[in-house]
Nanobody, 118 residues
Framework: QVQLVESGGGLVQAGGSLGLSCAAS????????MGWFRQAPGKERELVAR??????????YYADSVKGRFTISRDNAENTVYLQMNNLKPEDTAVYYC?????????WGKGTLVTVSS
């Protein structure tokens, strides 16, 4: 059974930092591009960062709203994807999820809640 388990969320003040992790199990994702997505209250889920399967497969992508503040990385040996979030803003408040990109609807986990206070 494939599982993606997100962790690392929490409450932080504006300007603070958080590091999210996404641990995958059930199969290797080394041949998949991976993405971090988020869904804020009342909004649709959006892609915030994407990392290709390898450096020769393309470049990382960041939504304009997080560019320069978020960094996505992966450890294929650990089957884990990370999202380092710096200089957080209240508008970053959301539930954060990881998935392959394009996402597989069967792989959505419970996500991890990030709340940024002003």
């Amino acid at each position: 059974q494939v599982q993606l388990v997100e962790s690392g969320g929490g409450l932080v003040q504006a300007g603070g930092s958080l590091g999210l992790s996404c641990a995958a199990s059930g199969r290797s994702f080394r041949n998949n591009a991976m993405g971090w997505f988020r869904q804020a209250p009342g909004k649709e889920r959006e892609l915030v960062a994407r990392i290709p399967r390898s450096w020769i497969s393309g470049t990382t992508y960041y939504a304009d709203s997080v560019k320069g503040r978020f960094t996505i990385s992966r450890d294929n040996a650990e089957n884990t994807v990370y999202l380092q979030m710096n200089n957080l803003k209240p508008e970053d408040t959301a539930v954060y999820y990881c998935n392959i990109d394009p996402p597989n609807p069967n792989y959505w986990g419970k996500g991890t809640l990030v709340t940024v206070s002003s």
